[in-house]
Nanobody
Framework: QVQVVESGGGLVQPGGSLRLSCAASGIIFRIYALGWYRQAPGKQRELVAAITTGGRTNYVDSVKGRFTISRDNAKNTVYLQMNSLKPEDTAVYYC???????????????WGQGTQVTVSS
């Protein structure tokens, strides 16, 4: 069972940048797909970025061109570089792992504590 610890969130002005980190344990990291999710108040948790074991990436349309997901197998860590942040990016961000492909959030019962990202002037 994967255990994750997310970090790197904070308060940032519109147009700013943040880099989120997620350290995973309990799995053979390099053979797992990884994903970043977010949940805004009153909304469902959504998958925003995913990366395969081979490094292929996929993004929800609302973050394409602004967010970049990457992984460091040597450090068992997945990152989310977020640029040109908008107020609508405000949410708690979570990461998770899957042996095959990242699924919608409802497929997973085990989550970390998440990291809060607030975009506001």
């Amino acid at each position: 069972q994967v255990q994750v610890v997310e970090s790197g969130g904070g308060l940032v002005q519109p147009g700013g940048s943040l880099r989120l980190s997620c350290a995973a344990s309990g799995i053979i990291f390099r053979i797992y797909a990884l994903g970043w999710y977010r949940q805004a108040p009153g909304k469902q948790r959504e998958l925003v970025a995913a990366i395969t074991t081979g490094g292929r990436t996929n993004y929800v349309d609302s973050v394409k061109g602004r967010f970049t997901i990457s992984r460091d197998n040597a450090k068992n860590t997945v990152y989310l570089q977020m640029n040109s942040l908008k107020p609508e990016d405000t949410a708690v961000y979570y990461c998770n792992a899957d042996r095959y492909v990242m699924e919608p959030a409802m497929a997973y019962e085990n989550w970390g504590q998440g990291t809060q990202v607030t975009v506001s002037s």
